[in-house]
Structures are given as structure tokens and as C-alpha cells.
């Protein structure tokens, strides 16, 4: 049974059951993979995606969840704030092994949409569930508060 | 002269008389590069270099990119010295060839004292580098990749610079004195004629290759020691970028795997009729336990989540095998009672150290214990493997391809020219991908579906059940003073599995090895002058996989000496920096990384007292790994409700000429927050053979909200380049210890730190 999808704004029909985790439809079927798979519990945060702006775990959210939402995913990702945080992630290094960065950049990027002007202990509440075993943390609290503040003094 | 010693001269000599190859110099590592495959539009240089017509530098990376930056920073030798233009430079991982061959891991691995510079050593590094040329194995690891390449990839520049330049020189038939090269352009300075690269390949690849061409000073450098951002740093942002699970082949099929819970346990019978009835399910199968892997059952599919899917639904029985009962309790009473059956194997001694304690006015003991660890990469265990006409082609984030290949060939049962290994990025290696368990395991299950290519993935389940782990070990450790309070002694006796020998196995199938420097490195090597010390370990074997991880013996060595210096320091009555550098006054290099820590991070000046009852506290660590010596402060901030939080850490390295700053940093950073996920959180047990945690949920590792402010100070120097990915790891466990002894006057003697709730 078929199921049509609005991923990164396009309408898209795919085969998967719909139990299937969205995250094994971006990668499995749609060949999307940017979005990775860590954990399978929603305890990394590497596959996080949009649906309708709002960041979740891709590996436990079912195709039939997905509904009318809009997908999103790093592949997609775009718009002032994506460009800062990109812009922001390259002038400070952040990227070692890069297997997290999609997912960071997707949490990183939700969280400037829903407050531009994070405070630290917002940056924890939102960054605290994507993992990265290289170490990237410092840079990444650094960069996001630097794309915040370029977003800021660009109006 | 001590036993062992005159164990490896024995040695030496007979492999040196008796075969006679050993007066042939090592072999040359420039290479032709006949074995690197070009488009239409591109020419061979050598071995590391390929340039096209259209300008294009094409470096060839012998090294895996796992996060380090490798990458980038060995394409900064040879573009220097190549004078390339930096935007034109791209990065191909090199097939497997001898030139690629990794030496200095296994002189590292010799179990000789960094300082010892005596005939026996040397002649023994010698006899290793060229046995090495002739029959080693290409891989990443052991922070030593720059010590490795730091030459050989700037002569490949300098040589392929020599060969345009000569090119140029023929073309315009000029002296090649006359000609210069700036950023990719040739120039006769006599008519100011130009060439690009790529207009004068052509020409350049059918010289002779030349040897010996002068390298350049350091003054002459442009691109090498300046901060140089990561080449691949945008297609990692926009998830581009091709890890291992991200490689993707027309008509691939998926499969997953579930082995023996039981570590090193088999498959007795499966049921597959309900796994086979779900949706694309195409194969069920068992698989066996390839290169110290556990057996257990695949299910092939038509995409992951239908494998995933399909073997969860096997009913399997399984057998358990060798660990069956056991737990990590009991292999900890093990270890415990191995430092109590002997004193060990001394792998240092100077003095008498027992004669010296047994005089000695007062002693300090102190037992420390780490656990199991596992590495936990955030990308999962999987290997891709097409199996056709007799080929086997495999893409694999990999640390070491040339074992890759054998295991892929004996698994198949083909030869090792018949297998191909294309290496993608790691998301994270940490020393696990230097087994190949998986990477056989993926050949084995494509065979059976010979003709189309299969990706195995593992799930973090399997990753962390079915890892090979960070020895757990046991240390006793014990120093003297005089009547007048003057350190006279220290000594040390280790229990714990070895990795070599576990690793060689599974490599190689080879016997145990009798004694393993990376079970006392850190310890046997300790930069400090003691009046007399010994530093033993006792091996022990037990059945859990142990395997090489980031940092390796220096992992837990390291909170073993850093702590107990502490504590000696603390007997005392001594400053700790003020102790340290009472002992390292033949140590100038470490001194200076200890003085420059401590002023970094205003050691003399003393901790507020917090009138909220917080409670504040510093802690330092020194050690020398991989060459580079590594000092860090830590600062912990205790509340009243018993919680620890490490605020801030500072550290100091001198890790040779900073070839490339930002990745120093980097690891730096990352090795920091490495070594607090241990300290902190990490653990692994097991019950009745199997391992208890399954996921990030109950494996911990740090988080971004508990990540201390992190200072980096990299010592200026012009000294060949040394380890830089795994020496940042090892410091930071001892001094967060230590500074919560500052804090509270407890002494935390196991890992991870847990300090006793508080009234």
C-alpha cells in the first residue's frame, strides 16, 4: 500500500509498510542518506529530521505518523539560518568524523527557528540528545551561538 | 644486561645472520604508482600523485579518515612541497600497496622505553622498518600516521615538483635553475613563460622518478603549519559525504545480523519459516564467527529495515560456549588474585625497588580498577561486499585494509589479488575498525547471494554486545620514603588480558605473545626520576575479546600512575606541580608542558571558597604517549547535593612541528571529552557471558551539556612530528580524579568516577 510523503518539499510515494520507521524510508527506499541511523531508540539523535519544522527521531517515527507533515531532512535543509549554521560550522571547525553533523545541524537549526537568541542552558536542552563521539560539543555550542549572533546582526 | 634485552639481541641477530636481507637497506616508499588506477585525464607522478589535465592534485591517502583529519593533513605535506595551489587538491584513498605500509606502529610497539636510544633498540627499529617494507600491513592506528608520512609524502612532492620542473625546463629548453613554480604554475623566469600543472603532466610522467630531490626548510613552508580546515568538512555538513552505510550499488541487497548473546557462543538450530514469510525477505542463514567473531544468524533483504526486521524473527537456540557463567565480577577476582600470585613480569626496573621498599621509613599503597569498555562509533558496525566471477570487491570503513583483504580472502576462499578493499570514511574508528570480524562476516553472507551486492548492518545492540573491548585491568601500586619524608621508591604490578595477543590471533591466528608492551605503556615509561622502581604486569587470559582502543594501554596506565603521583605527592605534603617537576629535572620537554599547564590555568592561585557550599577543586596529569608528552588540568565543581560536574579542563601537548593546528585542536578537544566519557560513565559488564548494555540508553558517553569549557596550548617546536589522536585521551581521568581529592579529600580508586553520596 502505497503512501505519499512531502519530502523537502516534494510529494513522494513510497512502497514501505507503514510501521516502517521514516528513518528506513529515507535511506532504505529514497536513498536519502544523509540522515543516519545510530541507535534504533531515539537515544542519539544522528537521524534527527523535521516534520513541519519540529525536530524527532527519524528511527522511531513510523511512516503512518508522518501524515500531511513536511518532511525535512539535511538534504533539504535550507534557508538564512541553515546558511549561518553551515557558514558558522566551517569557519569553527566543527566537523571531526562527520557521522553526527547532519543530525546536529538539524537540532542546531530547529532551535534557532523556534529562539533565535539561545542561552546556554537553552543550547543544552536542545543539543543534549545528539551524540558525538569524536567530541565536537564545545565547537558546536560555540558555532550555534555564532550563527545566532550573524542572524542577529543581519536583521 | 637485563633478560629481556638479551632475549631480542638473540633474536636480532639470528634473523639478521641467518637470512642475510637484513644488510639490504629498507625499500624505497616513493612507488611508481602503477597500481593506482586514472581517468582518461590524468597522469602518475608516483606512488601518492596524480595530477590531470585540467590541474587537478589528486593525493593518495594511505591513511583512513576517521574523524583525525588525516586526510587534509597528509594532502598539506605533498601540496607543499609540491608548490600546488591548495583549492586544485583532492583526496583519493589509495588501494592496498606495500609503499603504503605503516612502520612506525610496530617499532612502537616494541617494548622498549622512549628514552632508551641504546644499539638494541635502534637495531631493532631498523630490522622491524624493513620487514615491514617487505611484508607489513597498510593501517591506521596507533597515533602514528604523521610520523609515518611526515617524509615519505613530502618527497613524493618534492619529487613529482622535480618532474614538472623538468618538464618545463625541456619544453622551453631551459636550465631547470631557471625555473620556479608558485601555487600550480610553472614560470621560466628568464621569458616569464608559464605552464600549469596540467598543461605540462603529460610530458612530466614519462620521466624517470627522482629520488633524494632536497625538501624544504620550514621557513620555506606555505601550506604545511598553518591552520587548515578539514577538505571535507561541507559534504559531511550536507550528508554527502559516503561513510560505510552510506555506499549504495545498484540492486544491493541489506542484510542484518543477531549473533550468540553469549560472547563466542553458536547457533545450535534456527526456525526461519516466520521470518521468511515477512515482507522482501529473501535469505536466512547462519553465519559463523569469522576473526574472533561470535557466530550467529542473517537475514538478507530487499532494504535494511525488512533485514532488521526478518532476523528479530528467527527463532534461534543458541550454544554458549566458553563464557557461559561468566560475570565481571568474578573476572575482576581474577585479575585481583593474578597480582597476588606473583610479582609479575618487569618490563622496567632501576635499583632495587623491593630491597628499597622493604627499608623504607613509610609506604603509600593504592589499588586501582578499570573496567571493559567498549567503543561505541556513532556510526554501527557494517561492510558492503559484492561477490562475483570469482572477485570480491568490498567497501568498508576500515582502519586497516591489507587484513581486510586476507580475511576477505580466506573467508572466500580466494586469493588476496582477487579481493579488492575501497576504504570510506569512518564514522569513527577508535581502534574498533581495526578488527575485521565484520568485514569476513560480510563476505561470508554475500557469497550467499553471490553476483549481487550485499550491505550488512549491524544494529547498536550487536555493535556493543559484540565489540572488542577495552581490557579491564587491576593495579596495585606502591611507593617508600625515607625517614626524612625523601621518595625512595616505586613500584607498580598490573593484571589484565592482552591486546596483542588477542589481536594477533584473530589476525593472524597466531600463538599468545609472552609479553605485551601496551600492558604497561605509561607505566614502564613514566618520564619521572625515581630513586629505584620496577613496573611489572601479569598477564592473564580470559575469554572476553579485548582490542585496541583510542589510547590503548595508556587508557587506564596513565590514571594509574597520574593518581597514585598524586597521592605520593600528597604524602609528601607536597604540591602536586611542584612534586611532578621535583622529578622531571631531566625531563626538560615534560617540565615545560607541566610549568606551561599549571600557569595556563592559574594553578598558584588558590580556588574561591563558595558560600553556596559548592565545592571546588584541580587536578593535574602529565604522560608521555605516541611521543608527544600531554599535560592537563582539570576543574570540578561539587554541589551539596553530592553531584560532580568538570567545569573546565586545560591542557598542553608538544606533539613535534604542529604540522596542521586546526586538527591538533580538534583531537585535543575530542580526546578530552574521549577520556571524560570513560571517566565518567563508561562501562561495560557482563552476566553469564553476556554483555549487559545494549545501547547509548545504558552504555553512557558524554553529552554536550556536561562538556567542561576546553583550553589548547600547543608547544612551539621544529621536532619531527608525533602522535596527536589518542595522547589527549589518557590525562584527563587522573586529573579530574585528582581534582576531586582537592575537593573532597576522597580518593577515587576505580573508573568510572563515583563519588559515595553525601549526607
Known amino acids: 500500500m502505497p503512501t505519499t510523503i512531502t519530502i523537502n518539499g516534494t510529494p513522494t510515494t513510497v512502497q514501505a509498510e507503514p510501521d516502517t520507521p521514516l528513518l528506513w524510508v529515507l535511506r532504505g527506499e529514497l536513498h536519502l542518506t544523509g540522515t543516519k541511523f545510530g541507535c534504533g531508540i531515539a537515544a542519539c539523535g544522528v537521524c534527527t529530521v523535521h516534520l513541519d519544522g519540529q525536530p524527532v527521531r527519524a528511527c522511531v517515527t513510523p511512516l503512518s505518523a508522518v501524515g500531511t507533515r513536511a518532511v525535512t531532512t539535511i538534504e533539504g535543509l535550507t534557508g538564512a539560518d541553515a546558511d549561518a549554521l553551515h557558514a558558522a560550522w566551517t569557519a569553527l571547525d566543527v566537523v571531526q568524523c562527520g557521522y553526527c553533523q547532519p543530525g546536529q545541524l538539524m537540532s542546531a537549526c530547529a532551535l534557532l527557528r523556534a529562539n533565535p537568541t539561545p542561552s546556554d542552558a537553552d543550547i543544552d536542552a536542545a543539543m543534549t540528545g545528539n551524540l558525538c563521539r569524536c567530541g565536537t560539543y564545545p565547537r558546536i555550542r560555540a558555532a550555534l551561538r555564532r550563527a545566532s549572533a550573524g542572524l542577529q546582526a543581519g536583521g | 644486561m637485563k633478560r629481556r634485552t638479551f632475549v631480542i639481541r638473540g633474536v636480532l641477530a639470528a634473523g639478521a645472520l641467518g637470512v642475510g636481507w637484513a644488510l639490504l637497506p629498507p625499500r624505497g616508499r616513493m612507488g611508481d604508482g602503477s597500481h593506482i588506477t586514472t581517468g582518461g585525464d590524468e597522469r602518475v607522478l608516483n606512488g601518492w600523485v596524480k595530477i590531470g589535465t585540467d590541474g587537478s592534485v589528486t593525493i593518495m591517502m594511505a591513511k583512513s579518515e576517521m574523524g583525525q583529519g588525516i586526510h587534509t593533513t597528509l594532502a598539506m605535506l605533498l601540496a607543499d612541497e609540491l608548490d600546488a595551489d591548495w583549492a586544485s587538491v583532492r583526496t583519493e584513498s589509495a588501494p592496498i600497496d606495500a609503499i603504503y605500509n605503516n612502520a612506525p606502529a610496530i617499532t612502537a610497539s616494541l617494548p622498549f622505553r622512549p628514552d632508551d636510544d641504546g644499539l638494541v633498540h635502534r637495531t631493532a627499529d631498523w630490522l622491524v622498518r624493513k620487514f615491514v617494507r617487505e611484508a607489513g600491513e597498510m593501517f591506521t592506528g596507533g597515533s602514528t600516521s604523521m610520523a609515518d608520512l611526515w617524509l615519505p609524502m613530502r618527497e613524493a612532492g618534492a619529487s613529482a615538483r622535480a618532474m614538472l620542473v623538468a618538464a ?23 621569458s616569464n613563460r608559464r605552464a600549469a600543472f596540467g598543461d605540462l603532466v603529460v610530458e612530466a610522467a614519462q620521466l624517470d622518478i627522482p629520488t633524494g630531490v632536497p625538501l624544504k626548510t620550514p621557513a620555506q613552508f606555505r601550506i604545511i603549519g598553518r591552520p587548515t580546515a578539514r577538505l571535507e568538512s561541507a559534504p559531511k555538513q550536507r550528508g554527502t559525504a559516503t561513510f560505510g552505510i552510506d555506499v549504495q550499488l545498484p540492486g544491493m541487497l541489506h542484510a542484518s545480523v543477531v549473533m550468540c548473546p553469549t560472547i563466542g557462543g553458536g547457533v545450535t538450530s534456527f526456525y526461519a519459516s516466520a521470518a521468511l514469510a515477512l515482507p522482501g525477505v529473501k535469505q536466512i542463514m547462519k553465519v559463523a ?35 557461559a557463567g561468566v560475570t565481571s565480577a568474578a573476572l575482576m577476582q581474577q585479575l585481583t588474585s593474578a597480582l597476588g600470585a606473583d610479582d609479575g613480569y618487569a618490563y622496567h626496573a632501576d635499583g632495587d625497588a623491593a630491597d628499597q621498599l622493604a627499608r623504607s621509613a ?144 584473530r589476525y593472524f591466528g597466531l600463538p599468545d605473545v609472552p609479553i605485551d608492551r601496551s600492558t ?58 611542584t612534586f611532578r617537576l621535583s622529578l622531571l629535572q631531566e625531563r626538560p ?78 583531537q585535543v578537544e575530542g580526546g578530552i571529552v574521549f577520556g571524560l566519557s570513560a571517566a565518567l560513565h563508561g562501562e561495560i559488564t557482563i552476566d553469564n557471558g553476556r554483555v549487559v548494555q545494549g545501547n547509548y540508553d545504558t552504555f553512557q558517553v558524554l553529552r554536550l551539556n556536561e562538556t567542561p569549557q576546553i583550553v589548547v596550548e600547543i608547544m612551539p617546536s621544529t621536532a619531527h612530528p608525533t602522535g596527536v589522536g589518542e595522547p589527549p585521551v589518557p590525562p584527563v581521568a587522573p586529573a579530574v580524579a585528582n581534582a576531586i581529592f582537592a575537593a573532597t579529600g576522597q580518593r577515587l580508586r576505580s573508573l568510572p568516577l563515583r563519588l559515595p553520596a553525601t549526607a
Request: aromatic residues 8%; neutral net charge; glycine residues 8%.
Open chain 2, 168 to 190: 618545463a625546463a625541456a619544453r622551453w629548453r631551459v636550465p631547470v635553475s631557471d625555473v620556479t613554480v608558485e601555487r600550480g604554475v610553472v614560470t621560466d623566469s628568464g
Open chain 2, 289 to 323: 564467527g569469522w576473526n574472533g567473531g561470535t557466530a550467529g544468524v542473517a537475514a538478507i533483504a530487499d532494504t535494511p529495515w525488512h533485514a532488521m526486521r526478518a532476523v528479530r524473527a528467527v527463532q534461534v537456540t543458541w550454544s554458549d560456549g566458553a563464557m
Open chain 2, 362 to 505: 613509610r609506604r603509600v599503597t593504592a589499588e586501582y580498577t578499570v573496567p571493559y569498555l567498549a567503543h561505541a562509533a556513532m556510526e554501527p558496525i557494517n561492510c558492503t561486499v559484492l561477490v562475483k566471477d570469482g572477485r570480491a570487491t568490498v567497501w568498508a570503513s576500515t582502519q586497516i585494509p591489507s587484513v581486510a583483504r586476507s580475511a576477505v580472502a580466506r573467508a572466500l576462499d580466494f586469493d588476496s589479488d582477487d579481493v579488492e578493499i575501497r576504504v570510506q570514511y569512518l564514522g569513527g574508528g577508535f581502534g574498533r575498525r581495526l578488527d575485521v570480524d565484520f568485514i569476513a562476516q560480510a563476505a561470508a553472507i554475500a557469497k550467499a547471494a553471490e553476483g549481487t551486492p550485499v550491505q550488512v548492518l549491524w544494529t547498536r545492540e550487536e555493535d556493543l554486545r559484540h565489540d572488542f573491548y577495552r581490557p579491564a585491568c587491576v593495579a596495585r601500586y606502591t611507593a617508600g620514603f625515607d625517614a626524612g619524608g625523601t621518595l625512595t621508591a616505586w613500584s607498580s604490578h598490573s593484571a589484565s588480558q592482552s591486546v596483542v595477543s588477542n589481536v594477533m590471533h
Open chain 2, 520 to 577: 604497561v605503556e605509561g607505566a614502564f615509561d613514566q618520564p619521572y626520576a625515581f630513586p629505584a622502581v620496577r613496573a611489572a604486569h601479569t598477564i592473564v587470559k580470559l575469554p572476553v575479546p579485548v582490542g585496541y582502543w583510542r589510547s590503548v594501554g595508556y587508557s587506564h596506565t596513565t590514571y594509574f600512575t597520574e593518581s597514585f603521583m598524586d597521592e605520593v605527592a600528597a604524602a609528601a605534603s607536597q604540591d602536586p606541580v
Open chain 2, 589 to 666: 620537554r615534560h617540565a615545560a608542558v607541566l610549568s606551561r599547564v599549571a600557569r595556563l590555568a592559574n594553578w598558584t592561585t588558590p580556588l574561591p571558597e563558595r558560600a553556596d557550599g559548592v565545592r571546588m577543586g584541580r587536578g593535574v596529569a602529565l604522560h608521555e604517549s605516541y611521543g608527544s608528552v600531554t599535560a592537563q588540568v582539570a576543574q570540578v565543581e561539587i554541589g551539596r547535593d553530592g553531584a560532580m560536574r568538570v567545569t573546565r579542563v586545560w591542557c598542553v601537548i608538544d606533539c613535534g612541528f604542529p604540522v596542521n593546528p586546526t586538527m591538533i585542536r580538534q
